[in-house]
Nanobody, 126 residues
């Protein structure tokens, strides 16, 4: 059983920074693909960033490229999302997710992931 626990959300002003953390249980963390998604009420969950924990390959959604950085620490079973230059439109509930074992069609679609955290709220204010 895999459990994902996010932390680090909060209230921040436009232009500020936050770092989200996601601690994972389970022995397969170092071979996993991990990702961050976000969701606002009334909209579908959207991809933010992903990382392959074994090789470090990363992918980002266009709206966050150059501002957000995903990273991981296999020794701590933790994946991070450093968010800089935050904008009002970054306000959302942010979820950590672990990809299914085996082939996945894309790291950018939610159906590729089978374990999800409870979410951590990020609110950007003016």
């Amino acid at each position: 059983q895999v459990q994902l626990v996010e932390s680090g959300g909060g209230l921040v002003q436009v232009g500020g920074s936050l770092r989200l953390s996601c601690e994972a249980s389970g022995r397969t963390f170092s071979t996993s693909v991990m990702a961050w998604f976000r969701q606002v009420p009334g909209k579908e969950r959207e991809f933010v960033a992903s990382i392959t924990m074994s090789g470090g390959s990363t992918y980002y959604a266009e709206p966050v490229k150059g501002r957000f950085t995903i990273s991981g620490d296999n020794a701590k079973n933790t994946v991070y999302l450093q968010m800089n230059s935050l904008k009002l439109e970054d306000t959302a509930l942010y979820y950590c997710a672990r990809a299914r074992v085996g082939f996945i069609p894309s790291t950018m679609i939610s159906s590729s992931y089978d374990y999800w955290g409870q979410g951590t709220q990020v609110t950007v204010s003016s």
